[in-house]
């Protein structure tokens, strides 16, 4: 059967190209064999849905296990309007998955009891009756949790069960073995609205459940399995290592990201060729091509950033200002950020990706962008005969627009507003041939360095404010060094100066071999 690279739904391994989650299942199949309760609780498109179809099919290939799995997308409303039809039509979900899936005696008996349930009392008593029809453990799955959990009757439904998971060791009281929940929040420590939106319910009854400490993402060599299918049906010739390296190095392993990259790859560009290769070069083509897509994984990013104000000004902080934010488990907002996939937490609090970085930058940029003349979007301005960026050219017209537009600013503005602007001078500059990516480094000065690629070309810029002289050379020589890193001779340094003196100065230095342009502003 011909497959292809999965970005929507469940990915299948007949029909799909797939990464390597065998450890992930390995450990998520631990907790459900001692008969944990938890929710595998991640951003959108995480590979969820089709972790928890792994598991299933897994737990059906046994003897011991029974999985039943149910899908609360889609549920109309009614259903979650009281607690009795919330229990009919969960009753209704698991028969009907059952009369599908299985031939046992549970089925039958459901059949010939189910008008019983009538509340969540009479859903108890069947539950304890249902489990007692067959010798297998029941396993509940239930995707898409989320729709529901600001309803009372699905809090209702979580704590019956929770009751009687807390005396599941009585006969009187027998249960789920397991329950996997799926969704974007962590149910047990949700906030949830009730129906007076005045009122909230802060502990879950959900609070039995073990923590989830999977790792989801994917790592390089956890990738490159699904790129030696690839290569080997399609009779795709690559350097499996090397092409999964860096696709980790654009995604961090998000799934979706990943997937998508190699569906880009796959069939807008190698299906065209007369040879079929995969270059290094295909995974920078790849980015260039998914940061001029509209997709909903990327709407569901920036919605979440336009919904939230204080997610917002703390990605500004990291991304744009540069700040380095020590990472707190208990810090709401930063949760939040992690729990929408936008962070990752290295000891710092980090954009999750160099994709997303982008994205956000792009978007960030984008509301001042207006303000720039017309003339700086013409990149032809700047083109060199060998067809990459005037890099000094670009550096002194932003110098000279910034002594047109902004030289009677304020210090705070400077500080506050100055990379902004430069990012988003640059960024139609770049106009979809090129992309810029940002790492703060740790210093008085609150660098920030990015990395500009332009077609094939490649140029270190290094953004700071001016604190002085002494912090000044200290400073040229850590950006020799990082250029030595980067294996580059020439780098750029635009200097964020609120003297009532300066000079509008520019200078070109030789530091420690290295050639540094640089520009006041």
């Known amino acids: 059967m011909k497959k292809r690279f999965n970005i929507t739904g469940t990915c299948y391994p007949e029909n799909h190209y797939l990464m390597d989650n065998s450890k992930k299942l390995e450990q998520i199949m631990e907790l459900i064999e001692y008969g944990e309760y938890f929710t595998i609780n991640r951003p959108r498109q995480y590979g969820k849905t089709t972790t928890m179809s792994f598991l299933a099919k897994q737990l059906r290939a046994t003897e011991d296990y029974l999985p039943i799995e149910l899908n609360f997308q889609g549920i109309d409303r009614q259903w979650l309007e009281s607690d009795k039809a919330f229990a009919q039509m969960f009753i209704n979900e698991i028969y009907n998955f059952l009369k599908y899936n299985e031939t046992d005696a549970i089925t039958t008996f459901l059949e010939a009891n189910i008008k019983q349930v009538i509340d969540m009392n009479s859903l108890s008593k069947l539950i304890t009756e249902m489990v007692r029809q067959t010798n297998k453990k029941l396993i509940l799955f239930i995707d898409e949790v989320d729709t529901s959990s600001n309803y009372q009757a699905f809090l209702s ?22 329950i996997v929940l799926a969704g974007v929040h962590d149910i047990k420590s949700l906030k949830y609205k009730l129906r007076n939106p005045e009122e909230a319910q802060y502990n879950s009854p959900w609070n039995i459940a073990t923590d989830f400490d999977v790792r989801m993402s994917f790592n390089s060599q956890e990738i490159e399995p699904m790129l030696e299918q690839y290569s080997k049906a399609e009779n795709v010739k690559m350097d499996v290592s090397v092409i999964a390296e860096r696709l980790h190095y654009y995604t961090s392993g998000y799934p979706f990201l990943v997937s998508k990259l190699c569906k880009n790859i796959a069939e807008k560009m190698v299906a065209k060729r007369v040879e079929k290769v995969w270059i290094l070069e295909d995974v920078e083509t790849a980015v260039q091509m998914i940061m001029r897509e509209n997709n909903t994984n990327f709407d569901s990013l920036i919605k979440n950033l336009e919904n ?95 002594k047109e537009k902004y030289s009677e600013k304020s210090k705070g503005f400077i500080e506050r507003e100055g990379r902004t602007i430069f990012l988003a001078y640059l960024s139609p500059i770049l106009n979809g041939k090129g992309y810029s990516f940002r790492e703060v480094q740790v210093s008085t000065e609150k660098r920030l360095d990015i990395v500009v690629t332009y077609l094939n070309h490649r140029y270190i810029l290094e953004l700071k404010l001016w604190y002085g002289q002494k912090y000044h050379e200290e400073g040229l020589l850590q950006l020799a060094d990082y250029l030595d890193i980067h294996g580059v001779d020439e780098g750029f340094l635009v200097i964020f100066d609120d003297r009532k003196e300066k000079k509008w100065q520019t200078e070109k230095r030789v530091v420690e071999g290295k050639e540094i342009f640089m520009v006041w502003v």
């Open 157 to 178: 439904l979580l704590g019956m069960l929770r009751t009687k998971y807390l005396s599941r060791k009585n006969p009187q009281h027998a249960t789920f073995y397991s």
């Open 308 to 402: 939230r104000p204080e997610l917002y000004d703390l990605v500004n902080r990291i991304l744009i200002d540069g700040e380095r934010i020590a990472f707190s488990p208990d810090e709401p907002i930063i949760q939040l950020g992690i729990m929408y996939g936008i962070f990752k937490s290295n000891g710092t609090v980090k954009v999750h990706n160099r994709i997303y970085e982008q994205r956000i930058y792009n978007y960030l940029s984008a509301k001042i962008s207006m303000k720039l003349p017309s003339r700086f979007s013409l990149s032809e301005h700047f083109i060199t005969e060998g067809g990459g960026l005037d890099m000094e050219a670009v550096l002194h017209m932003f110098q000279q627009f910034m």
